[in-house]
């Protein structure tokens, strides 16, 4: 296990908690991966929920806490993961320009985000990362150089091999954005017994119930909070814990990944690319540019074309048993070797020369 040299950092964690700033959603991502392995690594973080202190404080207030936090304990570093605004430019760059605090910034989205948003805040930090090899032009065309090219990863502190019968044939986790509704009702169609997960799955149309708001006297609007509180309780019933995600990924035959982003705008290699494998699954996914530089494509992971090859591809290799466990732990062997949010921090912090 890598560990770093100056163990004794200080590293000032900004991002959200919970998955979307909402607490009834769980963890965030960024908490249960990018927290949880500097954690690990480092072991003195300060952490700073921009989220929950812009709700309880307002954006000009929390803006200011978050720079009396930078004077007071002097960090060494400042991790951030930003979600859209909340954030003041203006302190962010006086951080990176007037303190001793290294300023790094982990973009997400810059397969589609970069030039209404990445190209605008990029400035403000000292580094930033990117996840997306055809952007790093980008950066250089606005005149910024210290982007770092990284990749989505496995924490593999968490995301662990349970050696788990298997219980489940095909299984998907995620939200359904764009066209996944559509494909996966028509696997299911078809004669696969497809299990899935994620918030929204169980769904009320919004246009449903504002639509009915209108039937009803004008001070029924006043029960519209609980109807809301309703819909949303109801979108998140069908979202699973890290834990049974994880227990899911062992326990599947087939883990499905679609990698189309949240506004279906472009394919884009994501963190599931990773974790699959990293928990010793076996992974059919849609090709996505450049997923050969970090899988043998066909040896440790499954590509398919389209929906017909998926659903050939699914009926192949729930017969195949045999070959399908080969290419999970030539997978599995490739994301612990190589992928994980371990190694690539430290790769990020040593270029940033942190240590």
């Not at 029960?223 to 998140?236: T, W």
């Not at 699959?276 to 050969?292: A, D, K, Q, R, S």
Request: aromatic residues 18%.
């Amino acid at each position: 296990m890598i560990r770093s040299n100056k163990k004794n950092i200080k590293i000032l964690y900004v991002s959200m908690k919970y998955d979307y700033g909402d607490n009834e959603r769980g963890f965030s991502f960024e908490h249960e991966n990018f927290y949880k392995t500097l954690n690990n690594i480092f072991g003195n973080i300060i952490y700073f929920d921009f989220m929950e202190l812009y709700k309880k404080y307002g954006k000009e207030k929390m803006n200011q806490i978050l720079l009396d936090v930078v004077i007071k304990e002097k960090p060494e570093f400042m991790f951030c993961c930003l979600y859209t605004d909340e954030l003041d430019k203006d302190i962010i760059r006086y951080i990176s320009n007037n303190t001793n605090t290294v300023t790094f910034n982990w973009f997400c989205d810059d397969h589609w985000r970069f030039d209404n948003y990445s190209k605008f805040w990029a400035p403000c930090f000292n580094y930033v990362s990117t996840t997306d090899i055809n952007s790093l032009e980008k950066y250089n065309r606005i005149g910024y150089d210290n982007v770092i090219l990284t990749q989505w990863a496995c924490n593999t502190f968490d995301y662990k091999k349970l050696n788990l019968p298997k219980k489940y044939e095909i299984t998907f986790i995620g939200q359904p954005h764009g066209s996944r509704r559509e494909w996966i009702r028509n696997i299911a169609k078809s004669g696969i017994n497809i299990r899935y997960w994620g918030y929204g799955w169980n769904n009320i149309s919004n246009k449903f119930i504002f639509k009915s708001f209108w039937y009803f006297p004008k001070r029924i609007s006043l029960f519209r909070p609980y109807y809301l509180k309703l819909l949303n309780k109801i979108k998140n019933s069908t979202r699973i814990s890290q834990r049974e995600m994880i227990m899911v990924f062992n326990q599947s035959k087939i883990n499905l990944n679609l990698s189309n982003s949240s506004t279906n705008q472009s394919q884009q290699i994501k963190g599931r690319n990773f974790e699959i494998p990293g928990c010793g699954g076996f992974m059919l996914t849609n090709y996505v540019e450049h997923l050969e530089n970090y899988y043998k494509i066909a040896k440790e992971v499954i590509c398919f074309n389209d929906l017909k090859d998926l659903k050939e591809k699914i009926k192949y290799y729930l017969v195949h048993g045999d070959e399908r466990e080969k290419i999970a732990k030539a997978g599995y062997m490739r994301t612990i070797k190589e992928h994980t949010y371990e190694k690539r921090f430290i790769d990020i912090f040593k270029k940033m020369g942190i240590i």
